[in-house]
């Protein structure tokens, strides 16, 4: 393939692996009253640096699924409640 279509190896397809019955997971996240965060797209860097053990968005920066995740990621941030740890504020009483 790299020999006779090199420009192969740079294309994306994209395809609907589980196709969405009825609403989809948009409907479904309102069904059960829970926020939709996003899609991920099936990408085969993040299963490599799961088994790897490595941060997937640190080592792909530009692969197609990084974006998406680093969206969900800042949602979820945004969603969760902050709490102050006890700890760090002992430390800036006493200072």
Known sequence: LKEKCPEVLNMMAITDVFPSAGTGPEGMASKFGVPYLGKLPLDPNLLKSCEDGVS??????????????????????????????????????TT
């Open 56 to 93: 997937f968005v640190d080592q792909y920066p530009s692969s197609p699924g990084t974006a998406p995740l680093n969206n969900i990621v800042d949602k979820l941030i945004l969603a969760l409640p902050v709490e102050d740890d006890e700890e760090d504020s002992d430390a800036m009483q």
